[in-house]
Each structure stands twice: as structure tokens, then as C-alpha cells.
């Protein structure tokens, strides 16, 4: 039964870890956007958000 605790709070701290990461990721993004030339902006945050969601979701 300990094991199993150990795993899943472990599996459970790499999932924070992840969230975090991509908390950080995307306010990095607005940033990003938000220091740009409005012509250039929202389209390297739709790039960046594209490539994300590939990563996430592959084929």
C-alpha cells in the first residue's frame, strides 16, 4: 500500500511540475505578444500555441 502512495504522489508532483512549466510558458507567450509589433504579434503566438499543442497532442 506504501508503494503505491509513494507512485501516485510522485506521479502527482510531476503532473504540478508540468502545469507549472506551461503556466510559465505561456505568460512568456503574452509577453512575447505583448512586446511585439502588432502586425507580428498574434501570429508568433498563434505559431508558438500551434507548435505547443502539436507537442502535447502528437499524430
Not at 506504501?2 to 503556466?23: D, F, K, P, S, Y
Amino acid at each position: 500500500m506504501h508503494l503505491w502512495r509513494a507512485i501516485t504522489n510522485g506521479l502527482v508532483a510531476l503532473a504540478q511540475q508540468h502545469n507549472e512549466g506551461l503556466r510559465a510558458y505561456w505568460d512568456q507567450l503574452i509577453r512575447d505578444a505583448d512586446t511585439e509589433p502588432a502586425e507580428h504579434g498574434s501570429n508568433k503566438l498563434g505559431r508558438r500555441a500551434a507548435t505547443l499543442w502539436l507537442l502535447n497532442h502528437p499524430p
